[in-house]
């Protein structure tokens, strides 16, 4: 079983940048994939980025895409993720999760952090 662990999250102002961190432990495959998702009260989980094992493939949300970056440091095992000009619909419930497969459907991954708070003022 693979844990997760999230930080970074807290209380922003519109236009700032944030970076999210997330420690993976647990013995993870050699080959995994690692995601961010977000979940607003009330709303459904929503995909914002992940990244293949190599840390080669990124994919971003369109909600993010052209302002926000996903990178891994497999001798750390760690995940980050920056979101530039944050805006008051980015405020949610940040989760970083692995899985095997390289998908934006969260049903597919294995094991999720606990998740950090974001709260974007307008």
């Known amino acids: 079983q693979v844990q997760l662990v999230e930080s970074g999250g807290g209380m922003v102002q519109a236009g700032d940048s944030l970076r999210l961190s997330c420690v993976v432990s647990?013995?993870?495959?050699?080959?995994?994939?690692l995601g961010w998702f977000r979940q607003a009260p009330g709303k459904e989980r929503e995909f914002v980025a992940m990244?293949?094992?190599?840390?080669?493939?990124?994919s971003y949300g369109d909600s993010v895409l052209g302002r926000s970056t996903i990178f891994r440091d497999n001798g750390e095992n760690t995940v980050a993720l920056q979101i530039n000009n944050l805006k008051h619909e980015d405020t949610a419930v940040y989760y970083c999760?692995?899985?095997?497969?390289?998908?934006?459907?969260?049903?597919?991954?294995?094991?999720w952090g606990q998740g950090t708070q974001v709260t974007v003022g307008s």
């Open positions: 999760a692995a899985g095997t497969a390289f998908s934006r459907n969260p049903n597919l991954y294995n094991s």
């Open positions: 647990g013995n993870p495959s050699s080959r995994y994939v």
């Open positions: 990244v293949d094992w190599s840390g080669n493939i990124p």
